[in-house]
């Protein structure tokens, strides 16, 4: 276990539905993040949030909403998404300091139908 | 525009030997640069970070070298195990902020 968890692991969803991904950290750390990761592609970082304000948004479609209530909770709304959405979703959560290294959560695989 | 590159092609080595891993970069000035590890349907597991004035990096059977004249980082697992198996990340990252640019990752096969 890493001290980081997310829920639902498996999701499948119609292009017309609305969901959320949730990520929850109990490591004390001030950092959350979302990824994406498909096939044959690096991770692609899609939001950043340092102590609850969002600090990086990666050009991400609007159809992918986050939310950070808290520093141990990250939520990612989803709403009217297409096939190739389809996924991988990976959180992770890190100090705001050096070394940032990234604890990662087991991730919900994501399928749109 | 900024480019990493791993080996794309699985490496399979025997157990025992060393497996050494390649990460080069393009039009990045990185601060430090992590490896991660990743099994199967898991997320990716933190496993070394070097900062850019360090050359070499070790923790029990890795090691890890960072050329920043090369732009380039070797991975190494000596005496490799079948249970290294795995995909190997590497991940740069730039001074004064956490966001990470993450390479497409080697799957190493450690066969008996």
């Known amino acids: 276990e890493t001290g980081v968890t997310q829920t639902p692991r498996h999701l499948v969803m119609g292009m017309t539905n609305k969901k959320s991904l949730k990520c929850e950290q109990h490591?004390?750390?001030?950092?959350m993040y979302w990824y994406k990761q498909s096939a044959k592609k690096p991770l692609e970082l899609m939001f950043v949030?340092?102590?609850?304000?969002?600090?990086e948004n990666n050009s991400v479609p609007s159809r992918f909403s986050p939310e950070c209530p808290n520093s141990s909770h990250l939520f990612l709304h989803l709403h009217t998404l297409q096939p190739e959405d389809s996924a991988l979703y990976l959180c992770a959560s890190s100090q705001d300091s050096i070394p940032y290294e990234q604890y990662f959560g087991p991730g919900t695989r994501l399928t749109v139908t | 525009s900024q480019k990493i590159e791993q080996n794309s092609e699985a490496l399979n080595i025997q157990e025992g030997k060393t497996a050494t891993l390649t990460c080069n970069y393009t039009n990045y000035s990185p601060a430090y640069l992590q490896w991660y590890r990743q099994d199967p349907g898991r997320g990716p597991v933190f496993l070394l970070l070097?900062?850019?004035?360090?050359k070499e990096k070790r923790k029990e059977r890795l090691k890890v070298t960072f050329d920043t004249t090369l732009k380039q980082s070797l991975f190494h697992i000596t005496a490799s195990q079948p249970a290294d198996s795995a995909t190997y990340l590497c991940a740069l990252g730039a001074g004064g902020g956490n966001k990470l640019t993450f390479g497409t990752g080697t799957q190493l096969k450690v066969e008996l």
């Open positions: 949030y340092n102590f609850k304000e969002q600090t």
């Open positions: 070097i900062r850019e004035n360090e």
């Open positions: 490591l004390g750390h001030n950092a």
